[in-house]
């Protein structure tokens, strides 16, 4: 059974910096693109960025690029997401997942990723 398991949110002020975890268990880590998700009240759960299994690959939303960073670190089966440049809008429960099939790229569609994690929030104060 795959676990995933996120850490790092908290509170910050506007313009500040987060860096969020996710540790992964149950599989071969290193085969699976991750992906990072995040859900404000009220709204849809949404993409924020995805990596491919290799860490070779990465892909993000619009509205983070260039602001956000996603890594991983395979001998440690775990995946980051650095967040500088926060803003209250990024405000949200932010949210890892495990791709479904192996050796396929990180998307931005929910249905392929079959694990999530608890969530962490994220607040941003402005």
């Known amino acids: 059974q795959v676990q995933l398991v996120e850490s790092g949110g908290g509170l910050v002020q506007a313009g500040g910096s987060l860096g969020l975890s996710c540790a992964a268990s149950?599989?071969?880590?290193?085969?699976?693109?991750m992906g990072w998700f995040r859900q404000a009240p009220g709204k849809e759960r949404e993409f924020v960025a995805a990596i491919s299994g290799s860490g070779s690959s990465t892909s993000y939303v619009d509205f983070v690029k260039g602001r956000f960073t996603i890594s991983r670190d395979n001998a440690k089966n775990t995946v980051y997401l650095q967040m500088n440049s926060l803003n209250p809008e990024d405000t949200a429960v932010y949210y890892c997942a495990a791709g479904r099939r192996p050796f396929v790229m990180g998307s931005r569609f929910p249905d392929e990723y079959g694990y999530w994690g608890q969530g962490t929030q994220v607040t941003v104060s402005s």
């Open positions: 149950g599989r071969t880590f290193s085969n699976y693109a």
